[in-house]
């Protein structure tokens, strides 16, 4: 399968704890998005990287989140000190940036997180 | 600001029937497309249909189909003959298409259930 895939699947934590979260792209994309999505809800944006510059971050993204793309492929999300307001999935989306198809994103599986 | 609206937050079909999801959006950007993404139950977003704003001809895709109004900023989703693996949650969403950093922002979703 060659989708996006995403690491864990489920994290559970308890208040004020570290977690990070795991995004592979699909391999020729050049672009990685990250969004957020509570229950119920349409997905936020929260940061987008092409290759391994971090382009653009939301005001979502508090100082307790920090993303990384190393080398421009797989990235990660971290968050610090967890709070119950964070439970949420964490989704990773790519793209290689082709405007005449409104440069689709690719979704994966997302990280759905709980904290207790 | 750009935001997307979807006003129904449920809706049911019966199968074979068609269904037809609403959503209005608004910007001040000329170059952007509008999507319709499906979430299954504890399954990955994807893609159902695309249109570019500047194209006047309603996007197809097999039994799905937009109706496309631009000056009134609305794009609604039309399930055509419906099965049952199309119950899922549908969001709306936009994107501007910029040389870099192309987000999307989605709608609040409408949840799809078809009876059997």
């Known amino acids: 399968d060659t989708g996006v895939s995403q690491n864990p699947r489920h994290k559970i934590t308890k208040r004020g704890q570290n977690v990070t979260f795991r995004c592979d792209p699909i391999?020729?994309?050049?672009?990685l998005y990250w969004y957020r999505q509570t229950l119920g809800q349409g997905p936020e944006f929260l940061t987008y990287?092409?290759?391994?510059?971090?382009?653009?971050k939301s005001r979502l993204l508090s100082d307790r989140f920090s993303a990384e793309r190393p080398k421009g492929s797989f990235s990660t999300l971290e968050i610090q000190r967890t709070e119950q307001g964070d439970s949420a999935m964490y989704l990773c989306?790519?793209?290689?940036?082709?405007?005449?198809?409104?440069?689709?994103?690719?979704f994966g599986p997302g990280t759905r997180l709980t904290v207790l | 600001a750009q935001t997307v609206t979807q006003s129904q937050p449920e809706m049911s079909v019966q199968e074979a029937e068609t269904v037809t999801l609403s959503c209005t959006y608004d910007?001040?950007?000329?170059?952007?497309?509008l999507f319709w993404y499906k979430q299954p139950p504890s399954r990955q977003m994807i893609l159902v249909i695309r249109?570019?704003?500047?194209?006047?001809q309603n996007a197809t895709e097999n039994r799905f189909s937009v109706n496309f109004q631009k000056a009134a900023k609305s794009f609604s989703l039309k399930i055509s003959d419906s099965q049952l693996g199309d119950t899922a949650m549908y969001f709306c969403?936009?994107?501007?298409?910029?040389?870099?950093?192309?987000?999307?922002?989605f709608g609040g979703g409408t949840r799809v259930l078809v009876k059997p």
């Open positions: 989306a790519s793209s290689w940036g082709a405007t005449s198809r409104g440069d689709e994103q690719f």
């Open positions: 249109q570019e704003a500047y194209k006047q």
């Open positions: 990287f092409q290759n391994e510059a971090q382009l653009e």
């Open positions: 910007t001040s950007e000329n170059n952007y497309y």
């Open positions: 969403a936009f994107i501007v298409i910029k040389a870099a950093g192309n987000k999307l922002t």
């Open positions: 391999s020729e994309h050049n672009r």
